[in-house]
């Protein structure tokens, strides 16, 4: 019997890019993807979940036979900061559901992605360590660190496998920002491709970890795959690939677009992206399940502006 994929949050930054990635690998019928909204132009098996309900999330994993979950409806940093009770609400209250519907319904893995927003002010700016003192200053780091211990909770009480990923920033060509404080990288790609100057909410010194989604999601299949005694975190594992400031992101993509400028005006992301580290050490995920990344911010550049011309190009035909 081949497992059965429910997503939540499929239509999401990360979660559209997953939802693809999972479709190919196990086939288009054993993958059920699910949203708040629907996406007209998705291929596959769709169907409308407030994962906020329990019952509805109960009758799709049974309807389904449903086996494994991946978690990935949230509300990311900088929309969280604007709606701090409705973010703690949703990003916990959905988890919490996952995790009792299934418990109760022998769901056999889940996925919960969680985030280096966990990290307060107080921990190592430099290669932050796995297990430093979680003490984070935005709510969105708040809901995740609680996450994490609720995921820890599951898997002790009960003997639940889920398994985490603390993502740095998300960084791809296929979807539109989602509201986090990394997203000013994305955004700077498209404003480069389109030849124009791009305004950037962070400074220009503001080194942060990032992550290109091919290496994303790839680090959350293979996670996923690793064998039960490979996972010896249960909170979530750092995952690094590169951190880099807006001005040497600006100076790589001037390697392509000589003419790229940019401007600097710093907003109330900026406090967010303060409280974040600069790198994280994932030594452990290095050493459980083999994870390393193939892009550094070069060939990411590359990777990044090849696939937007592609897709200006098409939209402009």
Sequence with gaps: MKDKILITGANGQLGSVLTKSL????GIENVLATDIKFNAAFEGNFEFLDATDFNSIEYVIKEHDITEIYHMAAILSANGEKHPLRTWDINNKTFLNILEAARLNRVKKIFYPSSIAVYGTNAPKDLTPQDYFLKPTTVYGMSKASGEHWANYYFIRYGLDVRSLRYPGVIGHQT??????????????????????FTCFLNETSSLPMIYMEDAIRATIELMEAPIEQIKTRTSYNI??????????????????????????????????????????????????????????????????????????????
Excluded: C
């Design 23 to 26: 479709q190919k690998k196990y």
């Design 240 to 317: 690094a690939s590169m951190s880099f400031s807006p001005k040497e992101l600006g100076q790589a993509i001037s390697q392509i677009f000589p003419k790229f400028k940019m401007i600097y005006k710093p907003d109330f992301r900026q406090n967010i992206a303060d409280s974040w580290p600069k790198s994280i050490d994932d030594n452990e995920a290095r050493t459980d399940w083999n994870w390393k990344p193939k892009f550094n911010l070069e060939t990411m550049t590359a990777d990044m502006i090849k696939h937007l011309k592609e897709k200006y190009k098409t939209e402009n035909a």
């Design 176 to 197: 539109s920002p989602g509201g986090g404080t990394t997203d000013y990288a994305v955004d700077a790609y498209h404003y480069a491709v389109k030849n124009e100057n």
